[in-house]
């Protein structure tokens, strides 16, 4: 039984605003219906589909991702008891029926994660637009005693989706007055639950942070882009921008201003004076100016060549970003949102409305389907009417924000005066992250555009004492975005036993503020700097920490960067390794990630990459643990799926080393499988950064500059800087949507200093999902599922209710 809240007064609600609403898009107050599930369904799941049917399809342009959502929805589907069918060829095969519609097992969707596009088949649907059409594909449905249906797809078809359930009494009707169904099925098939996954490359979606395919489009993008020019999509396009340091994006809801081509010209010229041989200009489809006159990549060419006499090539993307393999993030976002599908469908009642399944944050939330599409419709109609500073509020928060950051860093010129201006010193700490020269070229620019002197500190703390340390200019951090590992050199050393030589550089380079990007021993650090504070005054400066690092061990931030590129790096060796074995059946892969005693990238990863098992700190495991697995790998080979893969996180267990549980494996798969290890090692700190941490350290670079300035005018006091108070210190963190600051004296508590890992830690709630996809009998508890919000836009002069 779900029991609802108590309805919320609606005094409340007309007092609530963007402001007060963390999970607020400006302009779109979220309201949350929050359920809460009784004690005794926790554990319910597994009988929770029993006598039910669902349906999955995909449908429109296919987006990498999709495969994983279609695998969790049957393997999620099938454990809690429901019946499963693949709809092949989208709304198409729904209406054909026959052999379009079949029904699944758990091993159709095996080595599926690592397929782009979908493997179901994705075809667009005129006859579904007919109610004829839809009358068929009622009939196919209720004799196959499907009443839930899983639509993967656009805004138009999850519209379709939301048509076909408002018309399900009339179509059932009509069909069993054509005598094509029986009483018996109407009344069985008395309605239909609906739920929607947005899988599109675009990320143009209202309601969701990131649609299904975004993400692996990116990847695609930035591997081009950080050689030469292209167009692509909106969102993709001003992301992109971010992430390779583009010198100007074009984007339809924010068109240049009417003198664009002098401004444009003028600043190529400028890069080319600071020593820039290559300029990047991003041009997204639909690009026009305020006069609403397209704007095309042929134009600006044209205008570059004419104006600067420039050597100036055209690359057009086109279908490419919908091809190759799916990032980690979107095996992981497509898997995440299959599940919460089918607990949404299964839950589901006749008063319950069509819903989608989307991103916030890093939660799972579900939103009412057709809200969500009317505020999407909402961005086109206020883009028709020019009301484009409506059209960007409509697009959400994220987009908004980055396209400020772009504004800042592309567009802003650094004053010529320094007078009045601040220093403040930039470093790296701990080992190498990529994306780490990301952070500091935002934290360098944005500075500089501030009016400050940006200092950098090599070799981290050691090159604070020693004084290794210079004024960086504009210039001097150009074409570090897309650059992996640390420019400025990083190390472990913790500044408490160098306090005096560091104190001493403080006061010889007047140094005001500090800006830290590292990992766990950035944040010790900053602890001890807090302490050192007591003995020396020169410590008394503002200092902001920034997460930087593979194990994603930071307290005080869900995310960390150099995460997501580690997290890619390992699923793409997987894959390899996986797929070495398509031809030789019955083996299983030992493989050891990092981390140290942070689990993240062994469970994450082996989410991404379908692992049968991932053994972590956080969960301790014992042999008899161990024999299970085995016995589940032997079960396993016993059906058409032969293959195996284990992840072993380095510091999970002492005693059970990966050599260890490698020899176990292979003792006891004797004659029934073989057993292959792989210590992946340093080359997941390695390598290019990804999109997401690009853009995720360029705006947490942006946010810590503008913080620090405030902060440092906050601390003058009788001609000179003097910060001792907590909040003089923070991490900047990834909190579940926002990003925030924190004092970092406010977090000793949240943290286990032994095992240097936060002490609660928000990924650990998905390691049943894991489970339960690679087929463990456990049980899920339901209690932490998502709930269901409203989206809602105020009008001028109108309270939000």
Request: hydrophobic residues 40%; proline residues 4%; charged residues 25%.
């Amino acid at each position: 039984m779900l029991v609802p809240n108590p309805p919320p007064n609606p005094d409340i609600l007309k007092s609530l605003s963007t402001k007060d609403d963390p999970d607020a898009v400006e302009g779109i107050p979220i309201f949350k219906t929050e359920w809460i599930m009784t004690h005794e369904e926790h554990h319910a799941a597994k009988t929770l589909g029993i006598g039910k049917a669902i349906a999955v399809l995909t449908s429109g342009g296919d987006a990498q991702g999709m495969n994983a959502a279609v695998r969790a929805v049957v393997r999620v589907g099938i454990f809690t008891g429901a019946r499963v069918f693949f709809v092949h060829e989208g709304y198409q095969g729904l209406v054909d029926g026959g052999d379009h519609i079949r029904e699944a097992t758990w091993e159709s969707v095996s080595m599926m994660l690592q397929l782009g596009g979908t493997v179901i088949g994705s075809a667009r649907c005129k006859d579904f637009r007919d109610r004829e059409g839809r009358l068929r594909a009622a009939h196919n449905l209720v004799k196959r005693g499907i009443t839930n249906l899983c639509v993967i797809g656009g805004d138009g078809s999850l519209t379709g989706a939301d048509t076909f359930r408002s018309e399900w009494s009339d179509l059932l009707s009509d069909l069993q007055k054509a005598g094509k169904i029986t009483a018996e099925e109407a009344t069985k098939s008395s309605y239909l639950n609906i739920v929607g996954l947005v899988g599109s490359i675009d990320n143009d979606f209202c309601g969701t942070d990131m649609t299904i395919g975004t993400d692996s489009a990116l990847h695609r993008i930035i591997e081009i882009v950080d050689a030469i020019t292209t167009t692509a999509q909106r969102y993709l396009a001003l992301v992109t921008s971010l992430s390779c340091g583009a010198d100007w994006v074009f984007i339809p809801e924010c068109p240049p201003d009417d003198d664009w081509e002098e401004h444009l010209c003028r600043r190529l010229s400028e890069t080319r004076t600071r020593g820039s041989r290559l300029n990047i200009i991003i041009v997204a489809e639909g690009a026009i100016d305020k006069n609403g006159k397209p704007i095309t990549s042929e134009d600006i060419k044209n205008l570059v060549v004419k104006r600067l006499g420039y050597d100036t090539r055209v690359t057009v993307l086109g279908h490419v970003q919908r091809g190759g393999t799916p990032s980690a993030f979107d095996r992981i976002l497509g898997s995440r949102m299959g599940v919460e599908a089918v607990m949404a469908l299964l839950e589901g009642t006749p008063d319950t409305p069509a819903c989608v399944v989307s991103l916030s944050g890093n939660q799972a939330v579900r939103l009412p389907l057709m809200e969500c599409v009317q505020v999407t419709k909402d961005v086109t109609k206020a883009m028709d009417e020019k009301k484009f500073d409506e059209a960007m509020k409509l697009r959400g928060r994220s987009f908004m924000n980055n396209w400020e950051v772009y504004k800042l860093l592309a567009h802003v010129r650094p004053p010529v005066s320094k007078s009045g201006a601040h220093t403040i010193a930039v470093m790296n700490v701990g080992a190498p992250a990529a994306g780490m020269n990301a952070a500091v070229r935002s934290t360098v620019r944005i500075g500089l555009i501030q009016g400050n002197r940006v200092l950098v500190v090599h070799d981290g703390f050691e090159g604070l004492a020693k004084g290794q340390i210079e004024e960086a200019g504009w210039s001097y951090v150009g074409g570090w975005t897309g650059q992996g590992g640390s420019k400025l050199g990083t190390k472990r050393t913790l500044p408490k036993k160098s306090f005096e030589q560091i104190s001493a550089n403080i006061t010889k380079f007047n140094i005001q503020g500090l800006v830290i990007i590292g990992g766990f021993e950035a944040y010790t650090g900053g602890l001890e700097l807090m302490e050192g504070r007591k003995q020396y005054d020169e410590l008394c400066i503002p200092f902001v920490v920034i997460p930087a690092t593979v194990s994603n061990n930071v307290p005080g931030s869900d995310f960390s960067i150099g995460a997501d590129t580690a997290l890619n790096t390992i699923c793409t060796t997987c894959d390899r390794i996986k797929q070495s074995a398509a031809g030789t059946k019955r083996r299983v892969f030992i493989i050891e990630t990092m981390g140290g005693y942070c689990g993240y990238l062994a469970t994450m990863a082996g989410l991404a990459a379908g692992a049968d098992a991932a053994y972590i700190f956080e969960e301790p495991f014992t042999i008899r643990d161990l024999q299970a697995n085995v016995e589940h790998l032997v079960q396993k080979m016993k059906t058409t799926v032969k293959r195996g893969l284990v992840l072993r996180n380095e510091k999970c267990n002492e005693n059970y080393t990966t050599d260890f549980i490698f020899n176990l494996y292979s003792e006891e798969g004797k004659g029934i499988f073989d057993s292959r290890k792989n210590v992946l090692g340093h080359m997941q700190q390695g390598g290019s950064p990804t999109p997401f941490d690009r853009n995720f350290a360029t705006k947490m670079g942006a946010k810590a500059m503008n913080w620090m300035s405030g902060k440092i005018k906050e601390s003058y006091r009788n001609g000179r800087i003097f910060a001792n108070t907590p909040d003089s210190g923070c991490v900047l963190g990834m909190r579940k949507r926002a990003l925030v600051f924190q004092p970092v004296t406010e977090l000793k508590d949240q943290t286990d200093f032994e095992h240097r890992i936060p002490k609660e830690q928000w990924w650990l709630k998905l390691r049943p999902i894991l489970k339960i996809l690679a087929k463990y009998e456990i049980d899920l508890d339901t209690s932490d599922h998502a709930h269901l919000e409203h989206i809602t836009r105020k009008r001028s002069g109108e309270a939000a209710v």
